[in-house]
Nanobody, 122 residues
């Protein structure tokens, strides 16, 4: 059974940085594209970023381009989301997502983590 576990969330002031990590167990990590979604209070789950199986291709929602960077280490079964220049509107629960890239981007792949809270204060 594939298990995804996020870490690295926390509380920061606007302009600060956080690095989220998602470690995958129970499957072949290098088979999966990986994505991050977020859900703010009272809102639906939103695509943030995705990366293909070898890290050669990354996609980002416009609101995070230039501030967030996605990377992966296939030897450690881990994907990272480096978040810089954080804004209060980035406050949300961030979820890790795994599957084929075409399914990850719309949030339709089979595997999800439990989420990690990111809070950005002004």
């Amino acid at each position: 059974q594939v298990h995804l576990e996020e870490s690295g969330g926390g509380s920061v002031q606007a302009g600060g940085s956080l690095r989220l990590a998602c470690i995958v167990s129970g499957g072949t990590f290098s088979n999966y594209a990986m994505g991050w979604f977020r859900q703010a209070p009272g809102k639906g789950r939103e695509f943030v970023a995705a990366i293909n199986w070898d890290g050669a291709k990354a996609l980002y929602v416009d609101s995070v381009k230039g501030r967030f960077a996605l990377s992966r280490d296939n030897d450690k079964n881990t994907v990272y989301l480096q978040m810089n220049s954080l804004k209060p509107e980035d406050t949300a629960i961030y979820y890790c997502h795994a599957g084929f890239l075409a399914a990850v981007v719309p949030g339709r792949a089979p595997y999800w983590g439990q989420g990690t809270q990111v809070t950005v204060s002004s």
